[in-house]
């Protein structure tokens, strides 16, 4: 069974940095493409960033590009998402998905993490 | 690109029919076969129900139907149950934005 977990949300100051992490277990990690998807409380979902199989492509949402970096460790089964100048428009439960294909563009998001919460506040 | 649009409600009674609309333009929902459907539950991630436009991923109820004309796309539950109350969300490959998702559809069970 797929399993994926997320960890490392938390409350941050505006412009701070955080890195929220995902361990995926029950499939073949390295062989699929990873997404970042977000959702600010009692809001709707945005794609955030996407990563293919072996970390080939990448790719950003607008609202992000320049200040998130999304990487994989294909040896621990992990995926991460590195945040800086975070702003209160930040705040969101982050999810990571397992895409269905080796590639992000012009695919599926399958299973997703319960998700962790990032809450950006003074 | 702002969000698909989607009704932001839908109900039904047990055992109908439903469907949910997911309008876009040409350069997502339009151009590409590339729509998908989620299912969220009350606080729960949501979970994948329909891929490229109509396929189900494996354990997801054959109620469940997708279908796609010009830029909007539709998702139908067909023999609605109590279980069926969430909140749907459909999403589409863009030209533009990547990936861009709908407003959100509160499916009430009456």
């Known amino acids: 069974e797929v399993q994926l977990v997320e960890s490392g949300g938390a409350l941050v100051r505006p412009g701070r940095s955080l890195n929220v992490s995902c361990a995926g277990s029950?499939?073949?990690?390295?062989?699929?493409?990873m997404h970042w998807v977000r959702q600010p409380p009692g809001k709707g979902l945005e794609w955030v960033a996407g990563i293919s199989a072996y970390g080939g492509t990448i790719g950003y949402a607008d609202s992000v590009k320049g200040r998130f970096t999304i990487s994989r460790d294909d040896a621990r089964n992990s995926l991460y998402l590195q945040m800086n100048s975070l702003g209160p428009e930040d705040t969101a439960w982050y999810y990571c998905a397992k895409d269905l294909n080796s590639w992000y563009e012009k695919s599926w998001f399958g299973p997703w993490g319960p998700g962790t919460l990032v809450t950006v506040s003074t | 690109q702002s969000a698909l649009t989607q009704p932001a409600s839908v109900s039904g009674s047990p055992g109908q029919s439903i469907t949910i609309s997911c309008t876009g333009t040409r350069g997502d929902v339009g151009s590409y076969n590339l729509v998908s459907w989620f299912q969220q539950l009350p606080g729960k991630a949501p979970k994948l129900i329909i891929f490229e436009g109509s396929k189900r991923p494996s354990g997801v109820s054959n109620r469940f139907s997708g279908s796609k004309s010009g830029n909007t796309a539709s998702l139908t539950i067909s023999g609605l149950q109590a279980e069926d109350e969430a909140d749907y969300y459909c999403c589409s490959y863009s030209v533009r934005t990547t990936y861009v998702f709908g407003t959100v559809t509160k499916v009430t069970v009456l």
């Open positions: 029950g499939f073949s990690f390295g062989d699929y493409a």
